[in-house]
């Protein structure tokens, strides 16, 4: 180890410790900053001292003024010159003011007194009409006293301004301030106007009128500060005058500011030169800026003022140069409007942004109201329309856009709007907004009120059909040549497509309804529209001929008379449901067969196809123009809206508003723009149109399933083309899914043949099972298994007491063993799966009606629906839950399950809304006698009917408020409408919803949500028929027997002869189930079996000897007939018929 080193000896002759080179320079880096420092810390200090002695000094000499200028006023002659009061009195007055008052911010009662000193001093001096003492003679004297009384003038403009912004009656000495400023106010109006100049002459008038126009302009200008301060008095008037008005008797302080405020914030429009040409483009316009940027943009402008000064408001001398300053300088502007959310800003521009507040007040200022003294409940007479328009579009979008950036555009269909969409799943987590958040926006939404008027609306349209083109200047039309044209259609579109979005983001009570309402009930309206949009989308004639001459060749087929369209029990049975497989031919008689790579092969005209192929928008939204989107969204969001109450003899028999045919194109519009939306995954880029084109397309398309209008290829022909196979599609489901709101398989699962849902469906369910294997639910025969036993008296008890707790783990496998009444444990083997007979028997006894749980509909179909007593049970709602399990697990495993819900009823479980005309298939007499009420022409006071409904249970009746206060409120002509839904909403939505949601609870426990939206509600009904063949084809036979067996061919023989009631009791003999399988007893598991039993018979029983005398039996855990070997047919049809009537088990064996 070395040995400590010595201190080195420097050679500059002393003992010191060498540093590196860097050390030294950073060392000398620290002292120069250190010095720097130093430097600037002296300097900052010499800096705040000078302040502070500038400070000191100045106000010093200030108060010293103010002193020497009040000793001055108390010694004043009577008759002051005009240049004295100039110089002498308000000269001073200027300093010292701005020096102790303005500069702070705030204004002493010393202060007060002074100004009000001078005020009277001014007032009296422009009142004079000797010329030597007025105040303003100034103006028209030597070069040098116009200057300076130019300059005076326009500092009086902004002490006026800083004072009017401190007005506050609450504060200390409120009210002597308040004097004060009314006082300003006055002086202020009579300066800029020279009906108050009494020593005007003649000669001198240009000139005068020279001079009030540069304070007039000076006035418009930002550097007065006067738009911002009424600004900020008007924000402080906080009781809304508008409802005061008729009452207002006395005339107070308050008032006068009010008054004088607004008249001076409008002098600029008034002068004489405001639009000539002398001025250049900003000058011009200045005033209309700082307007539209500080007054229009206050919050509920129009209610804090009086309604005679919104009338000025409104006038078109005022409201008309705005509009074109909003046109000209528009992105000007709404940067500026943006930036003043940076300010310190009330509550009610942080929820709604400046921009939003301008919208609404040149709504309410374009439109009248019924206290308008103009116009009352109309648009302005005067007003340039198409300016009106162009601007709210112009705000409305900028409005959107920033409601976008802020998140609000998540929560755009969250609103409690009845739509197609209306789900019984939990909607989830709903963030509530506070309530004052949640009043500011309604109140905001009531000043958009007028546009949703159908006067609005209708004058618009007048005004668009007109070929007058608007006036305008010539620098608005060289920067916006567009805004020369007159008032279109398209332009009425974008405005209210715009205020349709307003009303989904910023309606917390009843999103768009209002707009819709309007727009869905003007007359022609939507017809005008959809004309508009066709004329877009299909530019060549020739397709639609080949639209006509389609449906007139095969209206026949599909479309039928009255008695083909009606809903009923023959037309239900042309649609199989999720277990049962459709038998015979198709509605259009094409035969839809699963090809080898996954692709349908229906015979089909490609050319016909392609009619309902709409081309311009197979690229989805984003290939489409601006012009076209807006279009469809109005249309759409309209169109869905009147498809709720549009009642069947409206839509297929009135054909109101549109003919079958032009349905269907509209049906094709929808159906070619949702598909190629979600095929690309577009959705995002467009969401309002996508989400109202979603929903009437599902209005449309649940309004085919139940009574027919289009052919079934226009649904199938958008993915005709591009449809993935069936596996790869569920896959590709299952990752859409995970990152997106939509797909194609959930929003529109109808461009795939009913088929390959139905495949589709079983792939779902073989993909959940491998990932459940995977993760070790499932690990090998009788793992996790649960061992039950059910009495065959009680087995809906013992089902639920033992498995409703299992939830999920209903996919489990689950041992059953059967006690008969005695005691005695039945004979039969269920190796590792839930027995067939368990879930027959449960399902049977818990949905009879005799149990309770479920009742059937008053229709010839006697379709299954939850019983409103149901809640009296014991148990009651859950033994509903633990139903949607034992459904959910029937579906899971494949077995086949004997029942049929009404439609209503699984509407609810896929999640959708059930309307009007769906109560038909519930309580045809209660449709009946609504749609009495609703087409009734007398006055239906004499019915006596009221919003209630009385419901009986138990012996005792309930009178139920179909809204609150409903016994109170008598059903008229005008409030029929509501009535009539309101009882169809209760019959069909609110009355079932608990029991629905439970039933919904316990299924989506086994089976997803997203796999049931698959289908829609008619295919879950059943078909009542067996196609023989296809059972004879696909059926095994074991025990000796073969299809040229003799015993065989009776069989079949027999079974082609019986009722399809009958050949449904063999089926459910055999299987447990009297349905067959959705697609075909193919895919029946096990296969349909017939088992030979041999018995002794003589070879004579052929001929009338002796037959067998045992019965058949089954096996229907394993889809088995045990067929003794009958010679004769009638004996096998006899003996059959016993078997499959005696409603027994496996005793017969």
């Not at 006026?160 to 200390?172: G, I, M, T």
């Not at 007048?462 to 040549?481: C, F, R, W």
């Not at 139940?706 to 299952?734: D, G, M, N, Y």
């Not at 075909?1080 to 096990?1086: A, C, I, N, T």
């Amino acid at each position: 180890m070395d040995k400590p080193r010595k201190h080195q000896v420097s050679l500059r002759g002393a003992s010191a410790r060498e540093i590196s080179r860097d050390a030294l320079l950073e060392k000398v880096s620290h002292e120069r900053e250190r010095r720097s420092y130093a430097r600037r810390a002296t300097a900052a200090a010499i800096y705040v001292q000078r302040v502070w002695r500038c400070y000191n000094v100045t106000k010093k000499v200030a108060l010293k003024l103010q002193e020497e200028w009040e000793n001055m006023l108390h010694h004043r002659d009577s008759s002051i010159p005009a240049s004295w009061v100039s110089s002498r009195v308000f000269r001073p007055f200027l300093f010292f003011t701005d020096c102790l008052s303005i500069r702070h911010g705030k204004i002493c009662s010393r202060d007060v007194n002074c100004m009000q000193a001078c005020l009277k001093i001014l007032l009296e001096s422009i009142n004079s009409a000797d010329s030597r003492h007025n105040f303003c003679s100034l103006a028209l004297g030597t070069l040098e006293e116009r200057r300076m009384w130019t300059y005076q003038s326009k500092k009086l403009i902004s002490l006026c301004s800083f004072l009017l912004a401190k007005c506050d009656k609450s504060l200390a000495g409120g009210q002597d301030v308040v004097v004060l400023i009314s006082l300003a106010m006055r002086f202020l109006v009579v300066l800029t106007d020279l009906k108050g100049w009494k020593s005007i002459t003649d000669n001198s008038l240009k000139d005068a009128n020279v001079a009030v126009n540069d304070l007039i302009r000076f006035m418009g200008s930002c550097e007065s500060g006067l738009y911002i301060s009424i600004r900020i008095y008007i924000n402080k008037l906080d009781i809304p005058f508008s409802s005061q008005t008729k009452t207002m008797v006395h005339i107070d302080d308050s008032f006068l500011i009010t008054a004088t405020a607004v008249t001076l914030a409008l002098r600029p429009f008034h002068a004489t030169d405001f639009l000539s040409t002398g001025f250049d483009l900003l000058d011009k316009h200045s005033a209309a800026v700082q307007y539209c940027l500080f007054l229009l943009t206050i919050p509920r402008l129009t209610q804090r003022l009086p309604a005679v000064l919104v009338s000025a408001l409104k006038h078109n001398s005022i409201l008309s140069p705005c509009l074109q300053t909003l046109l000209i300088l528009g992105d000007n502007i709404l940067t500026e409007m943006s930036q003043m959310d940076h300010l310190k800003i009330q509550h009610s521009l942080k929820v709604i942004p400046p921009v939003g507040w301008a919208l609404a007040n040149i709504i309410c200022l374009a439109t009248g109201s019924e206290n308008d003294f103009l116009d009352p409940g109309g648009l302005n007479q005067s007003l340039d329309y198409a300016f009106y328009v162009h601007v709210v579009i112009i705000l409305a979008e900028s409005l959107l856009s920033w409601l976008d950036d802020s998140g609000w555009t998540e929560k755009e269909n969250q609103y409690p709007q009845v739509n197609s969409e209306t789900s019984a799943e939990p909607v989830g987590k709903v963030s509530y907004e506070n309530e004052t958040t949640c009043a500011l926006k309604m109140s905001y939404v009531d000043l958009l009120r007028p546009v949703c008027q159908q006067w609005h609306l209708t004058k618009l349209l007048a005004i668009s059909k007109t070929d007058a083109y608007v006036h305008t200047d010539e620098a608005l039309t060289v920067q916006n040549p567009k805004y020369l044209r007159k008032l279109e259609l398209l332009d009425i579109a974008y405005f209210y497509s715009y205020i349709l979005r307003i009303f989904v983001i910023l309606n917390p009570m009843l999103g768009p309804l209002p707009v819709l309402n309007m727009l869905s009930f003007t007359p022609g309206y939507l017809v005008t529209l959809w004309e508009e949009m066709e004329s877009l989308l299909f530019p060549r004639k020739g397709i639609i001929s080949a639209d006509h001459d389609f449906f007139s060749g095969n209206k026949k087929d599909w479309v039928g008379d009255k008695k083909q369209m009606q809903l009923n029990k023959e037309g239900s049975n042309k649609w199989a449901n999720m277990l049962y497989k459709i038998t015979g031919k198709s509605q259009a008689d094409v035969d839809y067969t699963d090809s080898a790579d996954g692709q349908p092969s229906a015979q089909v005209d490609e050319d016909l196809q392609d009619v309902w192929d709409v081309e311009p928008l197979r690229g989805g939204p984003q290939k489409i123009s601006k012009d076209i989107s807006c279009l469809l969204h109005l249309f759409c969001a309209t169109y869905s809206h009147l498809l709720l109450v549009l009642d069947d003899i409206e839509f297929y028999e009135k054909q109101v508003p549109f003919k079958l045919e032009q349905q269907r194109r509209i049906a094709s519009v929808l159906n070619t723009l949702v598909y190629n939306g979600l095929a690309h995954g577009t959705v995002q880029l467009n969401r309002p149109l996508m989400d109202s084109a979603i929903r009437c397309l599902h209005l449309m398309y649940e309004k085919d399933c139940r009574r027919q209008f289009c052919p079934p290829v226009l649904w199938l022909s958008s993915a005709r083309k591009s449809r993935p196979p069936i596996a790869v599609a569920a896959r590709t489901h299952e990752i859409v899914l995970s990152n997106a709101t939509y797909s194609v398989i959930i929003t529109t699962p109808h461009v795939y043949p009913f088929e390959e849902r139905v495949q589709m469906f079983r792939e779902f369910i073989n993909m959940d099972k491998v990932s459940r294997k995977m993760a070790g639910e499932v690990t090998g025969p009788g793992s996790r298994a649960v061992d039950i036993v059910v009495r065959q008296g009680h087995i809906v008890e013992d089902g639920f007491r033992q498995l409703n707790t299992l939830g999920s783990r209903l996919k489990s496998s689950i041992h059953v063993s059967f006690v008969s009444e005695c005691g005695v444990p039945e004979a039969g083997l269920d190796y590792g799966g839930l027995s067939k007979e368990f879930l027959t028997d449960i399902s049977k006894a818990a949905f009879s009606p005799e149990y309770g749980l479920f009742s059937q509909t008053s229709t010839s179909d006697r379709f299954l629906i939850p019983n409103p007593t149901a809640r009296y049970l014991e148990n009651g709602i859950q033994m509903i839950e633990f139903l949607g399990r034992v459904v959910g697990k029937a579906l899971y495993e494949g077995i086949l399950l004997d029942y049929s819900f009404s439609l209503v009823f699984v509407q609810k479980l896929l999640g959708r809304y059930s309307f009007l005309d769906e109560l038909s298939t519930l309580d045809p007499e209660l449709y009946r006698n609504l749609m009495y009420v609703k087409h009734y022409d007398g006055d239906l006071k004499d019915l006596s009917l009221d919003f209630t409904v009385t419901e009986e249970s138990f012996g005792k009746h309930h009178v139920i408020e179909l809204k609150p206060g409903g016994k109170d409120v008598c059903v008229t002509s005008e409030n029929k409408m509501q009535y009539v839904h309101a009882m169809a909403d209760y019959k069909l939505n609110r009355q079932i919803l608990p029991y629905s949601n439970a039933f919904y609870s316990g299924l989506t426990d086994l089976i997803s949500p997203s796999w049931l939206k698959l289908f829609n509600a008619n295919e879950f009904n059943q078909v009542v028929d067996i196609d023989v063949d296809d059972l004879r084809n696909n059926t095994r036979y074991t025990g000796g027997y073969s299809e040229g067996s003799w015993t065989i061919k009776l069989f079949w023989e027999v079974i082609k002869g019986f009722e399809p009631n009958e050949r449904c009791m063999l089926l459910k003999f055999v299987t447990s189930c009297s349905r067959a399988p959705l697609l075909g007893f193919k895919h029946l598991q096990p296969s349909f079996t017939i088992h030979k039993v041999a018995c002794d018979a003589s070879i004579w029983a052929s001929f009338g000897g002796q037959d067998v005398e045992r019965l058949p039996s089954a096996s229907t855990c394993y889809n088995t007939l045990k067929l003794p070997t009958y010679k004769r047919a009638s004996t096998l049809r006899a003996k059959l018929l016993y078997a499959i009537s005696s409603n027994t088990g496996f005793e017969l064996s």
